[in-house]
């Protein structure tokens, strides 16, 4: 994008930042207005003749997240629109406005047409919600910090809206996305970690080159009050697919719809051929001599005959999670879940690599 470009911006705000009211109005339905609307103006301010606010969307934070035509209608009006950048926000730390920021700028990226920042306190649900996604701000908790979080945001955001390679979180001001570029540096890996640590023993600040965001605590079900009677089914992320890969489901870095359901075929045991394994995270030698390693059919069969359960169903559910992000790996399991409840499957055994 050429970088004299008057950059065009739509801007998303809930009912308060619009100026319709407080909560009581929370389910004051998605509007839109030309130009800018309350901190739009400080927007337009900032934006000077390098952008324009074309347009505000604004929504009742209760509106938003209980109808599902919000969202619709405000991606309409962005097509219609056809800007260059989604500014949402700052939401601070309003935990459902932060929410909707979240899931537009989402919705607006998915679309690959439109870059999208926003900001959010830390600590704010939002963030969790898309932040290895979306670029984010980071502000403070409250409105107060409008004139400090609106700048960062512009700067941010018209980078992005041209397309200009961006730096390390730390120094273009918005939050880590434990994203990983290779980088030459001047002084050894060995040494600067040496650094760090004599840093940290004395006490001295230090930025460490690593961010670890951490992973969502998942609370296990409660276990089945024995198997007897109960139709048991085989999930694995493993990546073990029929022969030829027909789904093309890749060895890593599946998205939501690399996964699919196949059949054993009324086989008491897997002989090789009849399943391979596309993991791209493993040596997959032995599994394709011998898929029952992975998928275990022959003990499960043998169980099923014992009477320890009454059912082992015919179809095995399979993805790759290799290297697959933990957002992407949530839906496929939900998907699952909800293919294994449909048809009638009361517990899973999950081999996995």
Known sequence: MPTNKKIRVVHYVNQFFAGVGGEEKGDHPLTFREGPVGPGLLLQRLLGA????AGTLFCGDNAYAADPGAEAAALDHIERLAPDLLVAGPAFNAGRYGLACARLCLAVKAGG???????MYPE?????????????????????????ALPKIVRLGLKLARGEELGPAQEEGYLPRGVRYNAFAEVPAAQRAVDMVLKKVRGEPFTSEFTFLGFDRVAPPAPLKGLKGKKIAVVTEAGMVPPGNPDRIPGSRASTHHWNKYSFGGRTELPKGSFICIHGGFNTVFVNE????MLALDALKQLEREGVF???????????GNGGPVHVMKQVGQA??????????????????
């Open 50 to 53: 390098e952008g324009e606010v």
């Open 113 to 119: 047409k439109t870059a999208a920042v926003t900001g």
């Open 124 to 148: 704010n649900p939002g963030v969790s919600a898309c932040r290895r996604q979306v670029h984010i701000v980071p502000t403070g908790d409250t409105a107060g910090g409008m004139g400090e």
């Open 290 to 293: 011998d898929p029952d390693r």
């Open 310 to 320: 009454e059912k082992l169903h015919e179809e095995f559910l399979s993805t790759c």
């Open 336 to 353: 699952m879940a909800k293919e294994a409840r449909a048809a009638g499957v009361e517990g899973v055994v999950l081999p996995a690599t």
